[in-house]
T-cell receptor
Framework: GQNIDQPTEMTATEGAIVQINCTYQTSGFNGLFWYQQHAGEAPTFLSY????GLEEKGRFSSFLSRSKGYSYLLLKELQMKDSASYLC??????????????FGRGTSLIVHP | NAGVTQTPKFRILKIGQSMTLQCTQD?????MYWYRQDPGMGLKLIYY???????DKGEVPNGYNVSRSTTEDFPLRLELAAPSQTSVYFC???????????????FGPGTRLTVL
């Protein structure tokens, strides 16, 4: 099975930088995803890491260390619209050979003026 | 493309009633999933399917059933609804989930179900 851990809630100021951490334990790691979910809406894809290192996409970056079972999502130049829940998902190889993602509980980010 | 569509958007059931949550995708994705999300929690996998005619249990399958007769449709059946099944249900799809490939999931808008 998997154990995915993220902070429950974080707060930050508009214009600042925030880092959301995710730690995991898995038997057949095959990629890590970050999704954004606004209140009352469906999750939407943000980023993907499968090799160690940093992936940058505009104001969002995601980092992965497979040896440490650790990832973070970095949000720069925070805007009010970034207030949302951020879900870390780890894709694992299942018994039948399929690769299936499992989600953490999500981190609720509150951005205030 | 409409992407992933779900019906109904909202539903209230009485204890012991049954219902089917519909999910359709028009992206020709092989993989489809059903998740439930309780307040303040992440997504818990109920069932998934890797293609038409193939389904498998996820983390929380008890009280639910699925079928996958076509690539496009993946309905979720609730038999004998219970208050513990009050939740938001999300359907999702992805392509082939190839080894190390991105193949991210696309989610439907969700069905908000209350069992009283």
């Amino acid at each position: 099975g998997q154990n995915i851990d993220q902070p429950t809630e974080m707060t930050a100021t508009e214009g600042a930088i925030v880092q959301i951490n995710c730690t995991y334990q898995t038997s057949g790691f095959n990629g890590l995803f970050w999704y954004q979910q606004h209140a009352g809406e469906a999750p939407t894809f943000l980023s993907y890491n499968v090799l160690d290192g940093l992936e940058e996409k505009g104001r969002f970056s995601s980092f992965l260390s497979r040896s440490k079972g650790y990832s973070y999502l970095l949000l720069k130049e925070l805007q009010m619209k970034d207030s949302a829940s951020y879900l870390c998902a780890v894709r694992d190889r299942m018994t039948g050979g399929s690769y299936i993602p499992t989600f953490g509980r999500g981190t609720s980010l509150i951005v205030h003026p | 493309n409409a992407g992933v569509t779900q019906t109904p958007k909202f539903r209230i059931l009485k204890i012991g009633q049954s219902m089917t949550l519909q999910c359709t995708q028009d992206m020709n994705h092989n993989y489809m999933y059903w998740y439930r999300q309780d307040p303040g929690m992440g997504l818990k996998l109920i069932y998934y399917s890797v293609g038409a005619g193939i389904t498998d249990k996820g983390e929380v399958p008890n009280g639910y059933n699925v079928s996958r007769s076509t690539t496009e449709d993946f309905p979720l059946r609730l038999e004998l609804a219970a208050p513990s099944q009050t939740s938001v249900y999300f359907c999702a799809s992805s392509t082939l989930n190839r080894d190390r490939a991105r193949d991210e999931q696309f989610f439907g808008p969700g069905t908000r179900l209350t069992v009283l």
